[in-house]
């Protein structure tokens, strides 16, 4: 990651996160442990999650976020093991692609509870013991710039992501009172392992990068210090927003 700011006020505080074993998740947990956070995450991903414990000393929980009892749980285990979250990071997201034509009720329903339904219930599980605390806090919830680009070949995923940012600014209504701020980070094409594994080819990175404003492939940790910054002090008048992570494309 690079070393571009530290924020004093992340010292010492606990963040919770979904996704956090691999991709930009991974990328936001070495983030916060190089801030002195305490990091404790939610992952189905057994061997990924005991390889960044193993790094980084974050706590993790294994659990499968499509199961809400499961996620309610998990989310209960780490408050009892690291305390109350004063951040959390609604991250986990998986974006396969499909056709409309194929899409059926059974797997609209799946791909709406990968990508969009856990967020809810994640900010349902944390916000309670956040409010106790008293202490405000920060929720930030993963969105996308493949809807504002108008992306095709994947239109569940794009409707979910899309449903982020009426999420973001109805929890942002609702909990700011707390002194809970709620905003979306909107991420452009990242380069992650998976991506490159199974998406990124020569003609579609260099098409892709011909749209952005600056010429240079986005990478995991760029996201990750939008994220660091949105949890700090440094943006306690910022909620109910969208930030843009995307080098210009949209």
């Known amino acids: 990651m690079r070393d571009l700011a530290r924020y004093a006020s992340l010292s010492g505080q606990t963040v919770f996160m979904t996704g956090g074993a691999s991709?930009?998740?991974?990328e936001i947990v070495r983030g916060f442990v190089q801030q002195g956070a305490r990091v404790g995450f939610v992952d189905f991903d057994e061997a990924g999650s005991a390889e960044m414990k193993e790094e980084t000393g974050a706590s993790y929980q294994v659990a499968d976020l499509r199961d809400i009892a499961a996620l309610k749980t998990a989310f209960a285990n780490l408050i009892d093991e690291v305390g109350a979250p004063k951040v959390l990071v609604n991250n986990a997201a998986r974006d396969d692609r499909h056709g409309w034509e194929s899409v059926t009720e059974e797997y609209y329903d799946e791909r709406i509870a990968s990508n969009l339904r856990h967020m809810f219930f994640a900010t349902q599980a944390c916000a309670p013991a956040m409010i106790e605390a008293g202490q405000g806090g920060s929720i930030i919830n993963m969105g996308s710039n493949s809807w504002?680009?108008?992306?095709?070949?994947?239109?569940?995923?794009?409707?979910?992501k899309a449903a982020v940012h009426g999420m973001t600014r109805s929890f942002a209504r609702d909990l700011g009172p707390h002194r809970i701020r709620v905003n979306t980070v909107v991420p452009g094409w990242i380069m992650t392992e998976r991506q490159k594994e199974l998406w990124v080819t020569e003609e579609a990175?260099?098409?892709?990068?011909s749209n952005q404003c600056t010429?240079?492939?986005?990478?995991?940790?760029?996201?990750?210090?939008?994220?660091?910054?949105?949890?700090?002090?440094?943006?306690s008048a910022c909620t109910a927003s969208n930030f843009f992570v995307e080098a210009g494309s949209i």
């Open 23 to 26: 991709g930009i998740g991974a």
């Open 148 to 160: 504002w680009e108008k992306s095709g070949g994947m239109p569940v995923y794009t409707t979910s």
């Open 205 to 209: 990175l260099n098409a892709h990068l």
């Open 215 to 235: 010429p240079d492939p986005i990478e995991p940790d760029e996201v990750a210090q939008m994220v660091l910054f949105l949890a700090s002090d440094a943006a």
